[in-house]
C-alpha cells in the first residue's frame, strides 16, 4: 500500500465516506499525504482538514476534481492547493452540480421506458446533499432489486454505452486548467487514458498552465505508467497519482491507498506549491 494517494472521493460528490471519515481512514491506514478531490465540489474540504487537525503525520491537501468535456468522451481535471474558498470557483462549480442533478433526472426518466423504475427522492438522500452522481442512481436500482450489484447497474444500464445513458453539461479542459488556476491551484489531468489522444491533450493543456499528469493510476499497466513518465519528462510536467477510491470497500474499485504512487510525486507537488507560493493544506505540509 502507497502513503501517497491523491485522488479521492467522499459524501461531497459521489465517495461513501464524509470527508471526516476519509480522513481518519487514511490515517489509521497510515498514509502521510492525501488529496480530497470531489467531483465538482469543494464543499468537504473545510471539514477534512479540521479532521486532519488530530493527525499530524498527515498531508491533507484541499482539491477538486472538475469534468470536462471532450468530443468522443471526456477529460477529467485535477485542482490541487486551490483556494477553495474562491467566488469564481465556487460558483462554476454550482452550476456544474446543477449539470449533473438534470442528468441524473433524465436518466431515471430513461430508465423508466426500460422497466426500471427508481426515485428521484430516494437519489437525492442516497447523496446525502453531496453532488449527484451516477453512482447513486446505481444505488437506488440496486435497492429496487432489478440488479445484483452496483457495477451491472453501469454495464446494463448507465455505462457510457448503456440505453439510459445521458451526457452531462460540462466546461472544456482548457476551461478547468484556466479555472483551477485562476483558485491559485496547480492542474492536473487525471487518468490520461480515458482521452482518445492523451499526449495532444497535454501539448494543449501545457500552452495554458498544466502543471502535471496523473501517471499512478490503479488500472494502469507498467507499460501504461511508464508511456506517461515518458511524457511527463518530456514535457516538463510533474507526475502525481491516487487510487480515485469511492469508499466502495471489496467492490470493483481501488482501495484507498491502492495505487502505487511513490512519495516523491508528493513530495514535487508540494515543492512545486511552494515555488508558487500557494496556500498550503495544513502545516506538516
Do not use: C
Not at 42 to 57: D, S, T
Not at 129 to 143: D, M, Q, S
Not at 145 to 166: C, H, L, M, N, Q
Not at 242 to 269: N, Q, R
Request: aromatic share 6%; no cysteine.
Amino acid at each position: 500500500m502507497s502513503k501517497v494517494d491523491l485522488h479521492i472521493h467522499s459524501t461531497a460528490s459521489d465517495g461513501q465516506l464524509s470527508p471526516s471519515e476519509v480522513v481518519h481512514k487514511s490515517a489509521k491506514l497510515g498514509l502521510s499525504v492525501i488529496a480530497l478531490a470531489d467531483h465538482d465540489s469543494v464543499n468537504g474540504i473545510a471539514e477534512a482538514l479540521e479532521a486532519a487537525r488530530a493527525y499530524p503525520k498527515l498531508t491533507v491537501i484541499p482539491s477538486v476534481e472538475i469534468n470536462t468535456d471532450i468530443p468522443n468522451g471526456e477529460a477529467h481535471v485535477l485542482g490541487y492547493f486551490i483556494d477553495y474558498t474562491d467566488q469564481e470557483l465556487n460558483d462554476s462549480l454550482a452550476k456544474l452540480r446543477d449539470y449533473r442533478r438534470l442528468r441524473a433526472q433524465k436518466m431515471i426518466a430513461k430508465l423508466a421506458t426500460l422497466g426500471v423504475h427508481i426515485e428521484w427522492e430516494r437519489v437525492q438522500e442516497i447523496a446525502g446533499g453531496g453532488t449527484i452522481g451516477r453512482p447513486h442512481v446505481a444505488k437506488e436500482i440496486l435497492e429496487k432489486g432489478y440488479i445484483a450489484s452496483t457495477r451491472e447497474a453501469f454495464s446494463r444500464y448507465i455505462g457510457k454505452d448503456g440505453p439510459a445513458y445521458v451526457e452531462r453539461e460540462k466546461i472544456t479542459p482548457t476551461g478547468a486548467v484556466e479555472l483551477i488556476i485562476h483558485a491559485s491551484g496547480l492542474p492536473v489531468l487525471a487518468h490520461p487514458f480515458t482521452i482518445p489522444e492523451p499526449e495532444a491533450m497535454i501539448i494543449e493543456l501545457k500552452k495554458v498552465g498544466l502543471a502535471g499528469i496523473e501517471a499512478y493510476y490503479n488500472y494502469y499497466t507498467d507499460d501504461q505508467v511508464s508511456e506517461l513518465l515518458s511524457i511527463a519528462e518530456k514535457r516538463d510536467l510533474i507526475t502525481t497519482g491516487g487510487s480515485d477510491y469511492h469508499g466502495f470497500d471489496g467492490s470493483f474499485e481501488a482501495i484507498l491507498g491502492g495505487a502505487d504512487v511513490p512519495m516523491e510525486s508528493a513530495d514535487k507537488l508540494i515543492a512545486l506549491a511552494k515555488r508558487k507560493k500557494l496556500r498550503l493544506a495544513n502545516p506538516q505540509a
